[in-house]
């Protein structure tokens, strides 16, 4: 099913949710929604369920219009982060729960009720806990029996609410894998939260950035990572180094030195921030080169493959802290080159992304 | 070395032996006495006191005006801890405080300031009077005074499970298409109904020995408004030691039996909902 969102807005007493949102879910995908916490993700997510009311805009399911309707009309499935299982009930009564709340005469016979959770149960994996309760399952087990709990109903789409946030690492990895495999079997249109950019990579058919009530890019998992559209998006997905400072030709002038830059036209003197990857990032041994920033050698990790280089800006703290950079380099490098911890060197960047530094598109990493 | 503690946390011996000692002192000691009192007493002694048609009737009134005072509890203070976690409300805070009071006020404070509203001539009894509903001095004053004194138990036991309750589940129980009765029925009772049953079990204990509210406001006609706390007095005033203990113990073992019945209750609800296995 199709999910259109169209200009929403939500505000928290002066706190502004969302602004102005509007989005396409097509049908049948595996969506991320994606961002930092407090960025209005949970919001967006809850406003589609029908769990929380926009102040202006609409929600169009299927080609109707569901503003108005409320959750129980609208037949969604939400999984909660904290799964949100009935404890007093046993995971089949939990699963059964949505059947049984049905009117009289929608709803379906004991041994339908019975056949349709069984079922349920072993595409979760988890036929044998029938008889248990909530409180005796691990975590990722919970987690599924709320996902097939969601399910039984038959949602036309599935919510999902920072599903895995409250898993360990392990669990968390064998479960998105799992969820993805299921979207695969099922393909049910699906919307998950996530502040876990990885998660989003790995999961998602599409991921939709937001940052601070606004969607900031929309895109595969492939574009986003490798097109980031904006400066927040380019700090938030992946590690990356960032340097601000002013335009100067073909030049970012950071401080008293420069770096030059090959894409994007900006005029001289406009306050830029140059993005660039750890592994697009160069050592230069020679601190006395014209071209880069100078920086300090902290660490030098890994000696097999890819070395990881860690280093610290010279010169004055900025706002309280060192500004940090990771630079990846063939481990070979750090032999040819010489590096050695508390060398002074300088960086360049090899594609160097420039974007406007408008006060406030700050990343929040 | 078969001296060596297996126990994780220390101070197993110590502790059991307080916990004996102290409950000895303060609770099984005297009511052994009332037991020994009693013994002293004949079989036909014994009948003829707590059998007494005047004892039976106060029985009946103390244990049936008891269970139903804690009952209407159970459902209003239910209602009261739901409006004071739920919503928020100026002079909230106010109220809360007020739940209180019951605890606090000496009894037979409010023994007497029901009585002065309930009465023929006080505010609310002057209202029902014309309806032809007495209150004061019958037994709905009995329940009325009982009432009173058992509602800060309802509402202090419920009041934290409430809070705990994340709205969470009333919203997962909505998505899945239940409606909001459905939802407070399926899942928002059977999580309270565990803390409401204890309620209920601490305002009745409360309310069957409750004696200084109820005397003012009860009337205390013999077969009517008499409870059996009250007939306790009544015998030990009148030098009737014997009589006083055998009453005394009849009331202790129905009490007894009665909470132990309502503890059975609360483990069989225990097991059938997951919480105690």
Redesign the interface.
């Known amino acids: 099913m199709s999910i259109e969102v169209i200009g929403i807005s939500k505000t928290f007493g002066t706190f502004k949710a969302l602004n102005n949102v509007s989005l396409n879910f097509p049908d049948g995908e595996l969506v991320a929604l994606l961002g930092p916490s407090g960025c209005g993700k949970t919001t967006l997510l809850r406003v589609i369920?029908g769990?929380e009311h926009a102040d202006t805009g609409r929600i169009v399911l299927d080609g109707t219009d569901a503003t108005d309707k409320?959750?129980?009309q609208r037949?969604?499935?939400?999984v909660?982060q904290?799964y949100?299982l009935?404890?007093?009930?046993?995971v089949f009564e939990n699963i059964a729960?949505?059947l049984?709340?049905?009117p009289r005469r929608e709803r379906p016979s004991e041994k339908d009720i019975r056949a349709k959770v069984n079922r349920l149960l072993d595409l979760v994996q988890l036929g044998w806990v029938a008889n248990?309760?909530?409180?005796?399952l691990s975590g990722g087990q919970r987690q599924r029996i709320a996902l097939a709990?969601?399910l039984?109903?038959e949602p036309r789409v599935l919510l999902l609410d920072e599903p895995f946030g409250a898993l360990d690492a392990k669990v968390r990895k064998e479960l998105r894998r799992w969820l993805r495999t299921l979207h695969d079997e099922l393909h049910i249109s699906s919307i998950f939260v996530t502040h876990d950019q990885e998660e989003a990579l790995e999961v998602s058919d599409r991921i939709v950035l937001v940052n601070k009530g606004q969607v900031e890019q929309i895109g595969t998992p492939k574009e986003i990572y490798e097109q980031p559209a904006t400066a927040f998006a380019y700090s938030f997905i992946g590690s990356v180094n960032e340097f601000r400072g002013r335009v100067d030709g073909d030049f970012v002038r950071v401080g008293d030195e420069k770096l030059r830059f090959q894409t994007g036209t900006f005029k001289d003197g406009q306050e830029v921030i140059a993005f660039s990857r750890p592994h697009d990032t160069e050592i230069v041994a020679n601190p006395q080169s014209e071209d880069g920033v100078s920086a300090s050698i902290k660490r030098i990790l890994g000696t097999g493959a890819v070395a990881r280089v860690e280093l610290v800006a010279n010169g004055e703290a900025r706002e309280g802290r060192k500004e940090f950079f990771e630079v990846e380099i063939p481990g070979s490098d750090v032999q040819s080159l010489g590096l050695s911890t508390g060398q002074h060197v300088k960086l360049i960047g090899r594609r160097l992304s420039v974007f406007a530094d408008q006060n406030g598109t700050q990343a929040a990493s | 070395m078969s001296g060596v503690n297996k126990r994780v946390l220390p101070g197993f011996g110590l502790s059991l032996g307080f916990t004996l000692v102290y409950l000895s002192l303060i609770v099984l000691i005297p009511l052994s006495a009332v037991f020994l009192k009693t013994s002293t007493m004949s079989w036909d002694e014994f009948l003829n006191a707590v059998a007494a048609p005047r004892v039976v009737a106060s029985y009946k009134l103390t244990f049936g005006a008891s269970f139903l005072a804690a009952a209407i509890n159970a459902v209003f203070g239910l209602l009261l801890a739901w409006g004071l976690t739920r919503y928020t409300f100026p002079g909230r805070k106010i109220v809360d405080a007020l739940i209180d009071l019951p605890f606090a006020l000496p009894t037979a404070v409010a023994g007497i300031a029901l009585t002065a509203i309930y009465a023929k001539n006080g505010w609310i009894g002057a209202l029902l009077e014309p309806l032809g509903i007495k209150i004061a001095f019958g037994p709905p004053g009995v329940l009325v005074a009982l009432t009173f004194i058992g509602l800060p138990f309802v509402v202090r036991t419920v009041q934290p499970v409430l809070e705990d309750l994340?709205t969470?589940?009333e919203?997962?129980?909505?998505?899945?298409?239940?409606?909001r009765w459905?939802a407070f029925q399926?899942?928002v009772f059977?999580?309270l109904f565990p803390a409401l049953l204890t309620g209920f079990a601490l305002a009745f204990a409360r309310a069957v020995g409750e004696y200084g509210s109820v005397i003012f406001i009860a009337g205390n006609i013999p077969m009517v408004s008499e409870i059996t706390p009250l007939i306790i007095i009544t015998k030990l005033e009148q030098f009737d030691y014997k009589g006083a203990t055998a009453v005394a113990s009849v009331m202790l073992v129905i009490s007894f039996v009665l909470l132990l019945v309502i503890n059975g209750l609360q483990a069989w609800t225990a097991r059938r909902?997951?919480?105690a296995?």
């Open positions: 369920a769990l409320d959750v129980r037949r969604v499935g939400f909660f904290h949100a009935f404890r007093h009930m046993t729960f949505g049984r709340v049905r248990r309760f909530p409180s005796q709990r969601a039984a109903v | 994340e969470e589940y919203e997962a129980a909505a998505s899945l298409g239940a409606t459905q399926r899942v059977p999580t909902t997951g919480r296995i």
